[in-house]
T-cell receptor, first 106, second 112 residues
């Protein structure tokens, strides 16, 4: 079993929809990252959080340390949000999930 | 600032050939890492460095060498390319070892 599991693996949405991507982990962590990988391949760090919630524009990341779970929400989704979203956790190293592929259609 | 740069963007090698993937950053980050990304798998750490002159192995180091002679540069060397090394390679830098990672654009490598 992978130490970091993301769901769903693939997600399609209509423009304007509210989107949730989930990340569950089975190890003790000090922090969790959300990253975005664009269709061209580039990877950008979105959030790093160790408790509570962070918000940047239309993106919101939450984490529940007790439940070992984090969510990434996208409000008012747009086609430019189409990307692979990757969760990673800090243990003594970074452990990456396999990503959630999101496609937003106009 | 250019951030993290990688060259080449794409490379085709024959089995047994050697090559160096270049990585440079201009953010004065002490920590630099090399990852490979394969279909259906998360990013996996190959080698990392905590500062000039200091390198260490990651999860999948076999077949790769690194060096860190300056803060800016962290080249990855494939000693004798194998088809199993076909992958997309990302270099990353960070202010702290497990802090927010700044990734390069990636190098797509095909080994025939």
């Amino acid at each position: 079993k992978n130490e970091v599991e993301q769901s769903p693996q693939n997600l399609t949405a209509q423009e304007g929809e509210f989107i949730t991507i989930n990340c569950s982990y089975s190890v003790g962590i000090s922090a969790l990252h959300w990253l975005q990988q664009h269709p061209g391949g580039g990877i950008v760090s979105l959030f790093m959080l160790s408790s509570g919630k962070k918000k940047h524009g239309r993106l919101i990341a939450t984490i529940n340390i007790q439940e070992k779970h984090s969510s990434l929400h996208i409000t008012a989704s747009h086609p430019r949000d189409s990307a692979v979203y990757i969760c990673a956790v800090n243990t003594d190293k970074l452990i990456f999930g396999t990503g959630t592929r999101l496609q937003v259609f106009p | 600032n250019a951030g993290v740069t990688q060259t080449p963007k794409f490379q085709v090698l024959k089995t047994g050939q050697s090559m160096t993937l270049q990585c440079a950053q201009d953010m004065n980050h002490e920590y630099m890492s090399w990852y490979r990304q394969d279909p259906g798998m998360g990013l996996r750490l190959i080698h990392y460095s905590v500062g000039a002159g200091i390198t260490d192995q990651g999860e999948v180091p076999n077949g790769y060498n690194v060096s860190r002679s300056t803060t800016e540069d962290f080249p990855l060397r494939l000693l004798s390319a194998a088809p199993s090394q076909t992958s997309v390679y990302f270099c990353a830098s960070s202010r702290t070892r497990l802090g927010a990672q700044y990734f390069g654009p990636g190098t797509r490598l095909l080994v025939l």
